[in-house]
């Protein structure tokens, strides 16, 4: 049972435009949500947060937008560079005691 | 050393053998995760150290698995009798716990298993 879903496994941007991963969840305990980004041969690495009391979370190039009503968040990244191509998680926990779930990923390409 | 360490690297066994895999955390991190990515897969959560309570062991695929953490810092995974299936990249990762602001988990570099 994914709790949490990315049902995009991968995504091809030009370089200098918007990326805009997507993520949706099941369950509606889960109050605080992160992303991480994975390089090859290297752990998960944490990029942003966003609690449920909030819509947005803005750090940088990248932005998380959290729609709690439709149970949906996405990132996005603007504007993109080749240094972005990696994999990306979108992660959720009931609240920060409980274990944190993660979906299965969206590989980011940057084209040039 | 100051990032979460993972032991070991690889580690190539043959089928019916047991493995045991060893994460480090960071210093005074009191929240510690084992997940496990197969090939193609995403991170699939499987056990949760918190403090001093009873770890979440909700995730574990089966009885093969289990793992402890001894005095509230070294964890060890152990897988016995694998199966092929149990091949994936474990990753480690570790947090301050509950009072943190951001909730970040911070990963070693995985020890990645090849069952043959």
């Known amino acids: 049972d994914q709790q949490v879903k990315q049902n995009s496994p991968s995504l091809s941007v030009q370089e200098g435009r918007i990326s805009i991963l997507n993520c949706d969840y099941t369950n509606s305990m889960f109050d605080y949500f992160l992303w991480y980004k994975k390089y090859p041969a290297e752990g998960p690495t944490f990029l942003i947060s966003i609690s449920s009391i909030k819509d947005k979370n803005e750090d940088g190039r990248f932005t998380v937008f959290l729609n709690k009503s439709a149970k949906h968040l996405s990132l996005h990244i603007v504007p993109s560079q080749p240094g972005d191509s990696a994999v990306y998680f979108c992660a959720a926990s009931a609240n920060r005691d409980d274990k944190i779930i993660f979906g299965k990923g969206t590989r980011l390409h940057i084209l040039p | 050393g100051a990032g979460v360490s993972q032991s070991p690297s690889n580690k190539v066994t043959e089928k019916g053998k047991d493995v045991e895999l060893r994460c480090d955390p960071i210093s005074g991190h009191t929240a510690l995760y084992w997940y496990r990515q197969s090939l193609g897969q995403g991170l699939e959560f499987l056990i949760y150290?918190?403090?001093?309570?009873?770890?979440?062991k909700s995730g574990l695929p089966s009885d093969r698995f289990s793992a402890e953490r001894t005095g509230g810092s070294v964890s060890t995974l152990t897988i016995q009798r694998t199966q092929q299936e149990d091949s994936a990249v474990y990753l480690c990762?570790?947090?301050?716990?509950?009072?943190?602001?951001?909730?970040?988990?911070?990963f070693g570099e995985g020890s990645r298993l090849t069952v043959l």
């Open positions: 990762a570790s947090s301050s716990g509950a009072k943190t602001l951001t909730g970040e988990l911070f």
């Open positions: 150290f918190q403090g001093n309570s009873a770890p979440d």
